[in-house]
């Protein structure tokens, strides 16, 4: 008798993850049917959506999976798509019923009833927020790279975009589709390890984005409830410069997170830069460390060059008595991997590579926050 049976087969599919959902296909429901015909087996995999753009990994995952079975040559792949009820009950799963809290009052840490994830305290995800003071100071670039680093250490890692005017990290992490929708759960697309939401996913990137506070503070709520995160390790968010509407939002919405201030070397940048950790002080944000970029450029000649100046990062660092977690200096190859998709940091080999490792160690080992647990008080 022979030893592939669909049971067999079921449980090598269960290791095959969906691309997107980052869960078993078996366990999706995703798998409809399975033939035997030895040497050839036929599966019939339900896409969660029409066109999903990685139905050809699902395709090569499923296919590598089957063919470990010696008696099996072929494997022929029969996509279908997900029926309205299926979506309906996969998203219930996954993300729950936002009707179920639709009477909840609004208190911390909510928007309109629905919870914000990130900011229960018992949520593991650290939120990191990358703010600066000004634009040009290389804010995103920061963000995107750290992000990166952080997935090379085997982090779970997503990055919320929410500088909504000047959107740029989908461009600077290479992600080519846009999100998939499956019964109104967003489930964001990723790159070099990184989840990423964005507002550059649902606006031409030509097109400016001209929202008043109210506007602004519903899409963060959207992007924070509505998007699929899955509880990453993670949760990195780029700021738009200065102290305005969106920084306030996001710190109602995640009284936990911790904000990292970029500067560059340049006492006015630095001075700047401060009125943006001062404000997040005063809605008792915590604010982490300090991450001065374009440092120095380093000419052909060998020498360094300090083109913006020197002293800027540890000078508010000192100021606002927390660690300057690293130096980054200004290469051509950090602007070329922003515009091209591939981050500098996912080459560890050059120098600037090595900062954003190190940086991403340390903020992963030294600067964890302790975490502190209270006695239960037993009243007799």
Not at 139 to 148: G, P, Q
Not at 218 to 246: H, M, N, R, S
Not at 364 to 373: H, I, S
């Amino acid at each position: 008798m022979s030893a592939v049976t669909i049971e067999a087969i079921t449980e090598l599919l269960r290791p095959v993850e969906d691309p997107e959902l980052h869960r078993s296909i078996v366990d999706l429901g995703m798998v409809r049917r399975i033939d035997i015909a030895l040497p050839s087996v036929t599966v019939a995999v339900d896409l969660t959506i029409a066109g999903c753009p990685l139905r050809n990994e699902i395709d090569r995952r499923v296919t590598e999976a089957v063919t470990a079975l010696d008696e099996v040559d072929q494997v022929h792949i029969e996509f279908g798509v997900m029926t309205d009820q299926q979506r309906e009950d996969l998203r219930k799963s996954l993300h729950g019923d936002p009707g179920a809290t639709a009477g909840s009052q609004q208190a911390h840490g909510h928007a309109e009833g629905r919870e914000i994830p990130f900011a229960d305290p018992g949520s593991k995800t650290r939120v990191l927020l990358i703010a600066s003071g000004k634009g040009g100071v290389g804010k995103s670039s920061v963000t995107t790279n750290l992000a990166v680093s952080l997935a090379a250490r085997g982090k779970s890692v997503a990055v919320v975009d929410a500088d909504v005017w000047g959107f740029s990290i989908p461009r600077m992490l290479g992600i080519d589709h846009d999100p998939t929708i499956i019964d109104e759960m967003i489930v964001p697309p990723s790159n070099h390890g990184v989840r990423c939401i964005s507002m550059g996913f649902f606006v031409e990137e030509d097109q400016p984005v001209i929202w008043r506070g109210p506007m602004l503070h519903k899409a963060l709520e959207q992007f924070l409830t509505d998007v699929f995160w899955d509880e990453p390790d993670y949760l990195l968010v780029d700021l738009p410069p200065g102290t305005g509407d969106i920084s306030l939002s996001i710190a109602q919405f995640m009284p936990r997170g911790e904000m990292y201030v970029v500067t560059t070397p340049q006492a006015t940048a630095e001075k700047v830069a401060q009125r943006a950790a001062y404000m997040a002080r005063k809605v008792n944000l915590s604010v982490s460390g300090v991450i001065e970029n374009m440092s120095w450029f380093t000419g052909d000649d060998g020498k360094r060059y300090e083109i913006f100046g020197s002293g800027g990062g540890d000078t508010l660092a000192q100021a606002l008595d927390v660690p300057l977690v690293a130096k980054v200096p200004l290469v051509p190859e950090l602007r070329a991997g922003a515009d091209s998709g591939h981050p500098i940091a996912t080459d560890a080999s050059t120098e600037a590579g090595q900062i954003f490792a190190q940086m991403a160690e340390m903020i992963d080992v030294t600067l964890a926050p302790k975490r502190r647990y209270r006695s239960e008080l037993r009243v007799s």
